[in-house]
């Protein structure tokens, strides 16, 4: 495919090859952008900021609900596009495709919302016979920078919001899956977004990340991946607007009184849907002691029966990792555990991209695959013996992102929520669970700022204040 710069379709003869992960194919090609590319593509979106502050609300909103209709009637071609530039298996590529509808209709709806408010400026010394309002200004430009892992629902909450909000945006999309944020910006010039207002440049980061990042034409940068590159935005983007959606090693707590069939029949989900490589997958799980042995046997039985292979065929429940140098990363991980003293009760070994899912159990919180973002199929057991212990066990760590207690008793299911720092806290389901409307984002190491069209609206238009000093 082209790249989307300045209102047009661009090509190059400098290319990058997009391939399925399962096989190493070639799938497509997307022109390597570099520094004038960048310069164009933000030359381009300061015109179509101009265009969308003058845009009223209503048109705004009516675009993205054209938007929402061509993603829904496109669901299943989007789907295949996502299963083979990332690997995760057709039934997620689906899920994935069939919300991105529902996020823009969401955005649709938020761009009829931005109001501000009267402020009671007689209340404030001196302020008799003053009449102060806001008004919410968008941003101007936005800069989205997404990951691979969700190559089109992570866009979607970037880019609906922005033009809700009235800003121009431009999306530097992972290099391994760039095709489907690319087929989203075909989407949204056919539902009638301005085509200087939003532009898909597609290339390295580490060679075009600081120039879109530090140029003062952007903003406010929304970027979602992993803490070492969102840490380095944030010090190249200077005087901007950030949002910050991090990685995380989210830990899941079992009390004694949990349902441990439940518990595992969602662990089997939670900690390996695409491959693990999701920011909430479930990562360190904590079990009490008088659980910990019945548990390890229901879920060494439900993840042995996870079939790892072709992400496109029927029979997968789990796809392959995203590059063969991070399957290696998570297989050497698995091994340096094993050899500190964890058990190894399934998985553990690979081909290729492809990792067996894997238990580890009895392990600590200083092992590697407990204390960093492991982003591949592996969970690791650990156990403690009360709930104070356990909340210190879910604190340990510098990322905040998302937690999980199953419990009866809400007392210690209240506590948890209370006492566990983390942006999203989970009871009596594992950690990944997202509702599209609701605030997302993490604490901590997990970034800062939310998502979500209502949120990610607010952080991408700025306030100002009026006053209007009336005559006596
Ligand atoms: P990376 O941080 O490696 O990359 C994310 C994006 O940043 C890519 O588009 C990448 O481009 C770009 N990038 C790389 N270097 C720079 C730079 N110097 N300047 C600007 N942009 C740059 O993450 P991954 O794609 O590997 O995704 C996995 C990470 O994302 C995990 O840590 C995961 O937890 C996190 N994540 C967080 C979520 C959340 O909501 N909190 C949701 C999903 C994932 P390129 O591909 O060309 O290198």
């Known amino acids: 495919m082209k790249m989307f710069i300045r209102g047009e379709w661009k ?6 090859e997009v391939r399925n992960p399962y096989d190493g194919s070639v799938i497509d090609t997307v022109p390597r952008g570099n520094a004038s590319d960048v310069d164009d593509a933000l030359r381009g979106a300061a015109e179509g900021a101009a265009i969308m502050r003058a ?3 209503l048109e705004r909103s009516l675009i993205l609900r054209r938007a929402s209709e061509l993603l829904t009637e496109r669901q299943e071609d989007m789907a295949r596009t996502i299963s083979l530039e990332e690997g995760k298996i057709l039934a997620e590529g689906r899920i994935e495709a069939s919300r991105a509808g529902g996020i823009f209709e969401l955005s649709a709806e938020e761009a009829k919302r931005l109001a501000g408010e009267v402020l009671p400026l007689d209340a404030a010394p001196g302020g008799t016979g003053k009449f102060g309002f806001t008004l919410r200004v968008p941003c101007g430009v936005v800069l989205a920078v997404t990951p691979f892992n969700f ?3 992570l866009v979607c909450h970037k880019v609906g919001p922005a033009l809700a909000a009235g800003n121009a945006v431009v999306v530097k999309p992972a290099t391994d899956t760039p095709l489907s944020a690319l087929k989203l910006v075909e989407i949204l010039i056919e539902a009638g977004v301005p085509p200087l207002a939003v532009a898909c440049l597609t290339g390295s980061g580490a060679e075009v990340g600081d120039a879109l990042c530090a140029d003062k034409r952007v903003r406010k940068v929304s970027f979602t991946g992993s803490y070492e590159v969102g840490d380095h935005i944030c010090k190249v983007a200077g005087m ?4 910050m959606e991090l990685g995380s090693n989210a830990p899941l707590v079992i009390m004694d009184d949990a349902d441990l069939e439940k518990v595992a029949t969602v662990t089997a989900v939670t900690g390996f849907a695409n491959a693990g ?3 909430i997958s479930t990562q360190r799980i904590l079990a009490d002691s008088k659980v910990y042995d019945g548990f390890l046997d229901i879920l060494t039985s439900k993840v042995e029966a996870i079939a790892a292979g072709d992400q496109l065929q029927k029979a ?5 990792m995203i590059r063969e140098s991070d399957a290696e990363r998570v297989h050497q991980w698995i091994d340096e555990a094993v050899a500190s003293g964890a058990r190894l009760l399934t998985g553990g070994s690979r081909t290729g991209t492809l990792l067996e899912p894997t238990v580890l159990a009895d392990v600590e919180p200083q092992m590697r695959v407990s204390r960093d973002e492991l982003f591949g199929p592996a969970v690791g057991v650990g156990r403690f013996k009360d709930i104070e212990e356990a909340i210190r066990m879910a604190n340990d760590t510098d990322y905040g992102l998302s937690a999980a207690v199953f419990t009866q008793d809400i007392d210690r299911a209240l506590r948890f929520a209370r006492e566990v720092h983390s942006g999203n806290i989970h009871i009596n389901w594992g950690t990944q669970w997202r509702a599209d409307l609701m605030p997302y984002g993490g604490l901590k190491g997990s970034g ?6 209502r949120y990610a609206v607010e952080e991408m238009t700025e306030t100002k204040m009026v006053v209007v000093h009336l005559k006596e």
Request: with cysteine; charged share 25%.
């Open 55 to 57: 845009m009223s609300a």
């Open 151 to 153: 190559p089109l629902h």
């Open 448 to 453: 800062m700022g939310k998502e979500g069209p």
């Open 316 to 320: 997968t429940g789990m796809g392959p």
């Open 277 to 279: 490589q999701v920011c």
């Open 240 to 243: 901007k607007k950030v949002t």
């Open 11 to 16: 090509d190059k003869s400098d290319k990058i």
